[in-house]
Structure formats: structure tokens, C-alpha cells
């Protein structure tokens, strides 16, 4: 039985890693309408890096960093703040969301949107991003706006690797 489970997982996992490359491919096409974006919230990163054993202790400051990636032109557009500023959640997600697609006037451009991320309730499945997304669409920009989530556990996306090259510079 866990063997089948396991099997069914790995299946819906393909699938869906498959279905995310061909809306890349649709959405790179010359002429075409269809905007595909990947978008992520990297994990926490500290700042300032410590070292020295006794200043592990001490009070760091946590930043938060989320990309949309535009895989049109294959552009990363990064959001860094601090817990200052904010925090993680699903208003500031769908906020900077909402501001790359606008201040990116090459992607308004398109009539339609297609979007995928991870599946955190959190951040990608809230009210917020709903009513974001419903704004964009208000604006005249988008005529529609698909977002598809990966399967739990499965979401590399080509966001990771960006990350993986801030974690080293860091």
C-alpha cells in the first residue's frame, strides 16, 4: 500500500513538473499571449552571518527574500525585506507580487497569466493573493490569470537555483 502511495506521489509529480515546462515552452513562443512566471519565498536568511561561537546567541536580524521569475525572458525579479518591514505571510507575498507585474510593463503586455508555486497555504493560497490577483485583472491587464501549485514536497523550482547562488554570495 505505502508502495503505491509512494508510486501515485512520484506520477503526480511528474505530471505536474511536466505540465510546468510546457506552459514555460507555450509562454516563450514568439507572438504569444501567455505570460508564465515561477515565484517562491526563499527560506530565512540572517543577517549579519555569525561565526564566533558566542555571538551565535545574539539577536539576528531575519530577512525575507521572494523571486518572480519571468520565464519569458528568463528574468529573476527578487523582493528582500526585513521583519522591520514585514513579514511572510500572504499580504506581503501577494503585495510584491502585484508590484513586479505592474512595474514590469513588458509583461502586461500579455492577456494572459499563468503562475507556479509552491503549495503554501501561507503565502500562495490566502484571500490576499486571491484579491490581488482579481485586481490585476480589474486593471485591464490580464484577461486571465491561472496559477497552479506543485505538489507538496516537489517544488523545485528553477527559483531554487537563484537562491542556491544568493546562499553561496552570502
Request: one cysteine or more; hydrophobic letters at 35%; glycine letters at 6%.
Given at each position: ?65 521572494f523571486e ?54 501561507g503565502q ?47
Amino acid at each position: 500500500m505505502a508502495k503505491q502511495q509512494l508510486d501515485l506521489h512520484h506520477r503526480k509529480t511528474e505530471k505536474a513538473r511536466n505540465l510546468s515546462n510546457e506552459d514555460i515552452c507555450r509562454s516563450q513562443r514568439p507572438g504569444n499571449n501567455t505570460c508564465c512566471i515561477l515565484m517562491d519565498l526563499q527560506q530565512v536568511l540572517f543577517v549579519p552571518t555569525l561565526t564566533y561561537s558566542e555571538m551565535f546567541y545574539l539577536r539576528q536580524l531575519s530577512c525575507f527574500n521572494f523571486e518572480v521569475r519571468v520565464e519569458d525572458i528568463g528574468q529573476p525579479i527578487m523582493c528582500m525585506w526585513n521583519e522591520s518591514i514585514g513579514n511572510r505571510g500572504g499580504n506581503e507575498i501577494s503585495l510584491c507580487l502585484v508590484k513586479v507585474l505592474i512595474v514590469n510593463t513588458g509583461i502586461t503586455e500579455k492577456k494572459h497569466l499563468v503562475i507556479w508555486s509552491d503549495n503554501c497555504c501561507g503565502q500562495n493560497k490566502n484571500r490576499m493573493m486571491m484579491f490581488k490577483l482579481l485586481f490585476l485583472v480589474s486593471l485591464n491587464g490580464f484577461e486571465s490569470i491561472e496559477q497552479t501549485f506543485l505538489v507538496s514536497g516537489h517544488s523545485f523550482l528553477s527559483c531554487d537555483r537563484d537562491f542556491a547562488y544568493v546562499k553561496k554570495r552570502k
